[in-house]
């Protein structure tokens, strides 16, 4: 894992840099606030830890500046100050977690992997439900629209060209003999043919042209702002 220290404490700063890299972490070690700015500007890391107090960058404002580049990354702040007002603000700007001088490394250590873990679920999540959209919205064997998700866009959209008084053309089409094919050559050969149908439709249209799945080998285009002469040359 890659880290930033940012601590002008030298003792503590090597003290950490040490127990750290031993762990098997890559430490980028600071002691200023103005180095401290340069080195996010050109890399990324996978977590910070700041002290609060140090010289011409307080902590508090090199997180404002972390946030604005990376809002996943946690951010632990180091800090001999229990005041209310540096919590406050801290978390207020996007910081993690807290840890209060003086501190033993093993609670550092379990702080960051707690951290770590928190930000692995939530990015689990945010896959999971990626991949829940894709499973409501898109056909699972050809990748375009499922039937259910192109009537809610047929419905906006023609909500949308009615609105702005915009042409609107719907493409129906099958593929013939299908059942033939199934029958012929068995579901695994009907299923490519599906496919390649798709790759050549979809090479055909728009990126503001919707393509969907009706069912079996009926699909549908909706073409937005298309006339019948324009619908019928696609």
């Not at 090199?62 to 007002?85: L, Y």
């Not at 609670?107 to 959209?133: P, W």
């Not at 894709?134 to 959209?157: H, P, Q, V, W, Y």
Request: glycine letters at 6%; charged letters at 30%; a negative charge.
């Amino acid at each position: 894992m890659n880290i930033l220290l940012i601590e002008d404490d030298s003792i503590l700063n090597d003290t950490i840099t040490g127990y750290l890299n031993l762990k098997g972490n890559l430490i980028k070690s600071l002691e200023d606030g103005l180095d401290a700015i340069n080195i996010i500007n050109q890399f990324d890391f996978d977590l910070y830890i700041i002290d609060i107090n140090i010289p011409h960058i307080n902590g508090l404002e090199i997180v404002k500046h972390i946030r604005q580049k990376d809002s996943d990354s946690p951010i632990i702040m180091i800090t001999a100050s229990m005041e209310f007002k540096h919590f406050k603000s801290a978390y207020k700007n996007g910081c993690d977690d807290f840890i209060k001088k003086p501190f033993r490394l093993e609670e550092l250590e379990m702080r960051i992997g707690k951290l770590i873990e928190k930000k692995n679920e939530v990015k689990r999540i945010e896959q999971l439900n990626v991949h829940l959209e894709k499973m409501a919205n898109f056909d699972s064997l050809t990748g375009i629209r499922n039937r259910r998700c192109f009537s809610e866009l047929l419905k906006d959209e023609a909500k949308r060209s009615k609105r702005h008084q915009n042409t609107l053309s719907l493409i129906y089409l099958d593929i013939d003999y299908f059942k033939k094919i199934n029958d012929s050559f068995g579901h695994k050969s009907g299923d490519n043919i599906l496919i390649k149908v798709v790759k050549v439709v979809l090479s055909q249209l728009r990126e503001i042209d919707i393509f969907g799945r009706w069912g079996g080998e009926e699909f549908l285009i909706l073409l937005p702002e298309t006339n019948l002469n324009d619908a019928v040359y696609v």
